[in-house]
């Protein structure tokens, strides 16, 4: 500790100027003090974020393990009665609400009793009583009726083999006379697979098994030989192959009706292949049509060695019509106009609601019922024409929609850019003219969930098999469930429609014939 000098000096100058140093000494010594706490406030922000930012994400995997995966937000009841009051006041749905308030309360639902399909065949299986007196007075007693429960009784698949026996003809008198003999015998039917023991059938089925209901190869090996039937993986999956390079014609045909359509939808996701050096490869999956279009609904997946832009470039070439996907920057390599996803938008900010933990609510909430209100939107008009769905949405969505870019640009001032709803806002921003882009056009859709369905059967599946073992395989299956997926959005069971595909295969020579069987 400094002591205080025992005499100064009398010269008030030399007094003024002693005074300024030790004024300025402390000046600078206040300055240092305040850099080091401001510092240290900035250490502790940045401690203070970061630990959020580990709770967000403790949160949303917390919520993800043990939590339903459903994205649905019920939001507040005024938000959504608001959009519904406006549709109903504008008179946009096809059909008045006519349906009354019900009340809060509702009675428990009975359990239902699965109901059987009366085309089933039925076999009736008599219970009769060994006596048949009357107990009373010893009378015959007589039939009155009968009481009829039914039951559903599983029988195992049949496996049959078709023996096909070719006549052989052949002249006695030729034979006589030692002349040239000349043997006849039928043609060999047209297969999809020369010379194989496999027949549509067989094959329809396991393609079907894969690719619509995930099952494996090798579990059908299994299943096959619990039949009595030694048919390994490998013949299968050989048999995979060479159906799908029978199938490229047809698939040709189908690409070029998607690339004329006006409006596409795509996706894209993951898939191991042992034979290629690249740890992930991709699936891409291009459709057009919905459920309730008229126009041709079509599914094609085109496997990929990588997620590079030029692979959708490349597939979509010529076409430059409406693309709707979710924010991958590789679709900016085509000539498509591109259409932004709400669901993915949603889903940012449902992932931020959640890892704020159970029961608190914030700018997450507001953003999603923001979002709720364009759905419910989008609810009311699902059954409506294009021409009028454009008109709704321009007249109902766009105010909606302008409300919720400004609150964006609000919130972005105050929240943190590396917390999950920093980020959620930061993508709707970027998003932005993608996400108006379902204004232009009723034949577009609010969200690129149908691209998604599409590809949850592949996701499904790849479970199962994790992995294909070459690339030629992965191809094939991406033939094959083209074909599985683009019978099924044409409401075609899919192993029936490969029955008759397969069948008729080989006996299409034209082009007119192989447009005859095209799933739609």
């Known amino acids: ?91 946009v749905a096809t059909e008045p609400d006519t349906q009354t308030t019900e009340s809060a309360e509702k009675p428990a639902a009975k359990p239902r009793r699965p109901r059987i399909a009366p085309e089933l065949p039925r076999v009736d299986v008599i219970h009769d009583i060994d006596d048949k007196t009357c107990a009373c007075c010893g009378h015959a007693l007589h039939q009155m009726g009968e009481e009829v429960s039914e039951q559903i009784e599983f029988v195992p698949a049949q496996i049959r083999v078709l023996r096909n026996v070719r006549l052989k003809y052949s002249c006695r008198q030729c034979e006589t006379n030692g002349t040239k003999v000349d043997v006849k015998i039928a043609d060999v039917p047209p297969a999809v697979i020369p010379k194989s023991m496999a027949t549509p059938s067989l094959l329809a089925q396991i393609i079907s098994s894969k690719m619509h209901y995930g099952l494996p190869l090798y579990r059908q090996e299994q299943l096959f030989n619990q039949a009595g039937i030694e048919l390994s993986r490998q013949t299968m999956s050989r048999w995979l192959i060479t159906c799908a390079e029978k199938l490229k014609p047809l ?157 964006l640009d609000k919130s972005s001032e105050s929240v943190t850019k590396e917390g999950l709803l920093g980020a959620a806002i930061t993508y709707s921003l970027n998003q932005w003219p993608k996400l108006m882009r379902y204004l232009d056009d009723g034949r577009l859709n609010i969200d690129n969930n149908r691209a998604e369905r599409a590809v949850k059967p592949f996701v499904i599946g790849r479970k199962a098999w994790l992995f294909a073992n070459t690339k030629t395989g992965a191809q094939a299956s991406a033939a094959l469930y083209s074909l599985v997926e683009t019978a099924k959005i044409n409401g075609l069971e899919p192993y029936d429609y490969l029955c008759r595909l397969l069948t008729e295969l080989p006996k299409a020579n034209t082009q007119e014939q192989l447009q005859q069987l095209l799933p739609y």
């Open 1 to 91: 500790m400094k002591k205080t000098p025992q005499s100064l000096p009398d010269d008030v100058e030399l007094l003024k100027k002693m005074l300024l140093e030790q004024t300025q000494k402390l000046e600078r010594k206040l300055a240092q003090k305040d850099k080091r706490i401001a510092k240290l406030e900035r250490v502790n922000q940045q401690l203070s974020d970061k630990l959020q930012q580990l709770l967000e994400r403790y949160n949303l995997k917390k919520y993800q393990k043990f939590s339903p995966s459903s994205e649905t937000y019920e939001g507040e009841g005024e938000v959504l009665n608001e959009a519904e009051q406006l549709i109903e006041d504008e008179s």
């Open 251 to 407: 698939l040709a045909l189908m690409k070029a009706e998607l690339l004329k359509q006006p409006v596409l939808w795509a996706d894209e996701t993951t898939v191991n292949v042992l034979d290629v050096e690249k740890s992930t490869c991709y699936m891409w999956v291009y459709g057009c049509g919905l459920e309730q279009s008229t126009g041709p609904k079509l599914v094609l997946f085109d496997y990929q060695d990588s997620r590079s832009s030029k692979h959708p470039a490349d597939f979509l070439a010529g076409f430059n019509g409406y693309l709707q996907v979710d924010g991958y920057a590789g679709y900016e390599k085509t000539h498509a106009t591109l259409v932004g996803c709400w669901a993915h938008a949603r889903r940012k900010f449902v992932e931020a609601q959640k890892a704020h933990g159970k029961g608190k609510t914030g700018k997450a909430d507001v953003a999603l019922n923001h979002i709720q209100k364009l759905y419910a939107l989008e609810s009311k008009l699902k059954t409506v024409p294009p021409d009028k769905k454009y008109d709704a949405r321009k007249t109902l969505a766009r105010p909606l929609l302008e409300q919720f870019k400004s609150w």
